[in-house]
């Protein structure tokens, strides 16, 4: 037990910490720029600061993912313009799969691909569909994990609301 305690202690003196900075309400969300599923463009987060973005983070073979999409798309349909946009992000999967997951659900929102884990390991994010509301400054107001029904009308309220919040100064 002694030999535990004192590997655990000499191990946060040689990093510094233990555990990452949470990123979580109230923390700028971490940049990050990811190609688009079918293109050659890419999209940075940090170029999306004025609006209020819902970053989701999904995979083709997660089922309750396949599930919200559908409400995804209709609040994409209802929202997107000058104050929102709607980023998911496709985690350790290629192209070719997930274009073709797109073309059978039918969806409309911007995919991005994370083929290498990496943002989604940034962002702290283990669990899918996992999503993260970011406000126009660039800071999270919410992460939710599990599935929603995002065209529903308390989640449309709540982002609505922060259309309300003044955009940053440029």
Known sequence: MTAVVVSAAAYVLITGSSHPNPVGRGSAA???????????????????????????????????????????????????????????ISVGEEASVVKAFRDRIGFTFPTLLDRSRGVASEWQTFAFPESLLVDRDGTIVERYVGPRDWDAEVYVNRIERLFDSPAPAS
């Open 30 to 88: 971490p940049d990050f720029t990811l190609p688009l599923v079918d293109s050659d463009e890419t999209v940075t987060l940090s170029a999306l600061r004025g609006k209020v973005v819902l970053v989701n983070f999904w995979a083709t073979w997660c089922k309750p993912c396949e599930s919200e999409i559908p409400a995804m798309d209709r609040l994409y349909r209802r929202l997107s313009g000058d104050e929102f946009e709607m980023l998911a």
